[in-house]
């Protein structure tokens, strides 16, 4: 029988409350294999550890980078009243490039190619204004209209108990309620070097590591799961943390 109390990682400064498990995972980038098995996992340790209140945490960067961004999308949406689902920085790059083409230029550096081919479109390897343009275009047609609805309906944070949930970290020294998005979608050195406590255990992705990496006041569970194969999940139970993997 699944223990949370015999967690390796064990904190008894945080807790959430009695009856909640939260079941948080990481970036997925397009690897829409992965979560589907991820999700299979999920349901399964649920099945055979009923708790009253299992809540599934999406943590942002859902697409982009991987082969199948428009297919991981179609799997949230599968799994939306179940689940809170959190922005992460690359969930800015489809808004942005319709309304502006030539944010193509930044977003095919972060995998937006790829996101792309996935809603059927033929991008060359570097375009020009003129295919930029057209790439939009077909975008706006091709993408569904559930699919924009979601990643324009994304939190940027969610709190429970002595537990923060964010994409990217947030920065030190600033009350939660005064964080900027900018920060909770990109920060990095700050946060990541920040070894004071912060207001809430901070459980977070954006920045990849090759294993769950655990710390004081925070864990990433960001383990580059494009390029890695490895989708981390932390299970969250009272005040221990387990983590499941693909």
């Keep these: ?43 399964v340790h649920c099945g055979l550890h009923p708790t009253a209140n299992p809540i599934t945490v999406f943590l942002g960067d859902y697409i982009d980078r991987g082969p199948a ?16 689902f959190l922005k992460g920085n690359h969930e800015t790059f489809v808004p942005r490039f319709l309304s502006n083409p030539a944010v193509l230029d930044e977003w095919r550096l972060c995998g937006g190619l790829e ?8 991008p060359s390897i570097n375009p020009d204004a003129v295919e930029q343009i057209r790439l939009a275009e077909e975008l706006a047609r091709s993408i569904p209209s559930e699919h924009l609805e ?37 920060i990095r050195e700050e946060f990541l070097s920040c070894e004071q406590p912060f207001e809430n ?34 299970v969250i139970e009272g005040a221990a943390i387990d983590t499941l993997s693909t």
């Design 115 to 122: 996101t792309l081919v996935s809603y059927g479109l033929k």
């Design 201 to 234: 255990f901070v459980v977070h992705g954006h920045t990849p590591v090759l294993t769950p990496d655990v710390r004081s006041n925070r864990i990433n569970i960001d383990t580059g799961a494009f390029a890695t194969g490895r989708l981390t999940c932390a």
């Design 150 to 186: 979601f990643l324009g309906s994304l939190d940027l944070s969610f709190g429970c108990q002595d537990f923060l949930f964010v994409h990217a970290g947030i920065r030190p020294g600033v009350p939660i309620r005064n964080q900027k998005e900018e920060d909770l979608l990109w």
């Design 69 to 84: 961004s428009r297919e991981v999308l179609d799997l949230l949406l599968g799994r939306k009243r179940e689940a809170v």
């Design 1 to 43: 029988m699944w223990n949370p109390r015999s967690s390796q990682h064990h904190r008894r400064s945080a807790r959430l409350p009695d009856g909640v498990r939260i079941y948080a995972i990481g970036d997925i980038h397009g690897r829409a294999d992965l979560l589907e098995t991820m999700l299979s996992k999920i349901d």
